[in-house]
Nanobody
Framework: QVQLVESGGGLVQAGGSLRLSCAAS???????MGWFRQAPGKEREFVGA????????WYADSVKGRFTISRDNTKNTVHLQMNSLKPEDTAVYYC?????????????WGQGTQVTVSS
């Protein structure tokens, strides 16, 4: 069982940056790691993910070019660097993990961290 804990959320002005972190309780070097978000009154949506091999990454069109995922397998952590933030990026951000390594299924989830972008 893998436990995920997000951190780094907060309040930021539009155009600013935030870096979210996700710490995993176990060794996740072979897992795909992903980020989803859920805004008030909306369904949870995919943000981005990185396969077990860090060279494979993919992002939602809405964040492509602004958000970047990186992972540190020595520390079992993954980060989401968010730049040029917009008010529509306001949401609870969730870290997730796929033991299969390629993001086909996301059985593990963190509790989420709030990101609020003011205009």
């Amino acid at each position: 069982q893998v436990q995920l804990v997000e951190s780094g959320g907060g309040l930021v002005q539009a155009g600013g940056s935030l870096r979210l972190s996700c710490a995993a309780s176990g060794r996740t070097f072979s897992y795909a790691m992903g980020w989803f978000r859920q805004a008030p009154g909306k369904e949870r949506e995919f943000v981005g993910a990185v396969a077990w091999t860090e060279v494979s990454q993919w992002y939602a069109d809405s964040v492509k070019g602004r958000f970047t995922i990186s992972r540190d397998n020595t520390k079992n952590t993954v980060h989401l660097q968010m730049n040029s933030l917009k008010p529509e990026d306001t949401a609870v951000y969730y870290c997730t993990a796929d033991p299969g390594g390629w993001g086909d299924d996301w059985p593990y989830w963190g509790q989420g961290t709030q990101v609020t972008v003011s205009s």
